[in-house]
């Protein structure tokens, strides 16, 4: 019997070089895992996925106001035709909660089993943005005299409310794998049963270079020469963007003033990361100097050149995830999930701080000792990266029973 797979919940197919990452490594290990599956994927892309990884492409649709991708009768059609849905890696758990189980509960209506395949994410804790009802709500505090924050008050009702929603949509399902200790305790801290809670690490631990003229054509293109010089990889996210850039744009100085080095900028996603970097080279004193990575870059040829670094300096987890598989030190900045955080200290490395509190003084500092300490650094990565990749590939086979649990439907 031809068992078959949905993987959904993620915007794949939306130049986001570390979702595609993701999406690339879970096809490849669930064909590792089992011979003969039929993969559909949800993406922005569906003809691109398809002649890439060899799977059917399920149009993701985005909302013509908010751009937030909504659960069309494709993707409904499709959860119907699928035995397993997956929703598969990144933040949902932290960011956007209720996408993720609005499809999990979709996929069980139509009778899929249903996984979370290396999701993470912080605490989550609700927040009013500005608008109508914000305004309201510091309306009825000022009618207090501001003996009542009506504001806070609405958003603790609205976080109890959500991590409420998060373990009961997350305990329904069929198996449950995160990325990290720190989710299992977040979750076992709304209430779930944490032998229930599997950590697998992130999906993206799973994904092999491509071959080395990829990186080649990547160096070709960026105009970096082979002069002996190291190279500094900059990936600054324009999600959660630095407030302080004026650190970051000192830093990219001093490496090419006082390091030596060449900077180059790599975006994860490089339509709106390339508008964050040209930011900060307009900055530079030495902006000229620097180079540019300015296309979309396939995450197995981005993994095929990151050898070729010293250093990354990234709010992007994933250009910190591909770094770390060969090798290379990363300074991270954390943008607010913790994600960066929690996979640094697997290598002994503090962040540089988070992307509304970093300055200079510690960026420069970060830089500095990773700077100093870079062989020693390297041996440990490369040591521990390895032990987090098997394990990965140990956890991972969980998937297997499930998938060899699928029974014909009527």
């Known amino acids: 019997m031809t068992v078959k797979v949905l993987i959904c919940g993620v915007p794949y197919g939306c130049d986001n070089v570390g979702d595609e990452a993701i999406l690339a490594s879970i096809v490849k290990h669930l064909r590792n895992l089992k011979d003969g599956l039929e993969i559909a994927v949800v993406t922005g892309k569906p003809q691109e996925t398809e002649n890439k990884l060899h799977v059917k ?16 009768p494709e993707i409904r059609e499709a959860c119907r035709w699928a035995d397993v849905y997956i929703h598969g890696g990144a933040t949902g758990i932290h960011d956007y909660p209720m996408h993720m189980l609005t499809g999990l509960r979709m996929a069980k209506e139509e009778g899929c089993k249903t996984v979370v395949y290396g999701a993470g ?93 990829a990186a080649d054509k990547i160096a070709e293109d960026a105009d970096l020469r082979r002069d002996g010089k190291a190279v500094v990889g900059v990936g600054i996210s ?17 490496i090419i003033e006082k390091y030596g080095a060449h900077v180059l900028f790599i975006p ?99 830089f500095a000792d990773v700077w100093k300490r870079h062989d020693e650094l390297q041996r440990v990565i490369k040591s521990e990266m390895a032990k987090a990749r098997q394990t990965f590939k140990e956890e991972s086979r969980r998937i297997l029973p499930l998938l060899e649990s699928v029974k014909p439907r009527d």
């Open 121 to 213: 994410g912080g605490p989550y804790n609700h927040k009013f943005y500005e608008g109508r009802k914000t305004k309201l709500l510091r309306l009825a505090s000022k009618a207090t005299l501001g003996l009542v924050n009506f504001r806070a008050m609405a958003e603790r009702i609205g976080t109890s409310k959500y991590r409420k929603a998060i373990a009961a949509g997350l305990g329904a399902v069929d198996l449950l794998i995160v990325r990290d200790v720190e989710t299992r305790q977040t979750l076992a801290g709304y209430g779930m049963d944490p032998s229930r809670i599997y950590v697998s690490g992130d999906s993206a631990f799973a994904l092999d270079p491509a071959p080395q003229e």
């Open 57 to 72: 492409g399920i149009p993701l649709i985005p909302h013509p106001e908010t751009k937030a991708p909504m659960w069309t």
């Open 268 to 366: 994860m996603n490089p339509y709106t990361d390339g508008a964050v970097h040209l930011e900060v080279i307009a900055g530079m004193r030495h902006g000229k100097e620097t180079k540019r990575i300015t296309r979309y870059t396939e995450p197995e040829d981005l993994l095929a050149f990151m050898p070729r670094l010293h250093t990354v300096i990234s709010s992007r987890l994933h250009l910190i995830i591909l770094a770390a598989i060969a090798g290379v030190p990363p300074v991270g900045i954390d943008r607010g999930s913790g994600k960066i955080t929690s996979f640094m200290k697997r290598f002994g490395l503090e962040a540089a701080g988070e992307y509304f509190a970093v300055n200079y003084d510690t960026l420069s500092a970060r």
């Open 238 to 254: 324009s999600q959660k963007k630095v407030v302080d850039l004026l650190a970051v744009t000192k830093l990219c100085d001093d």
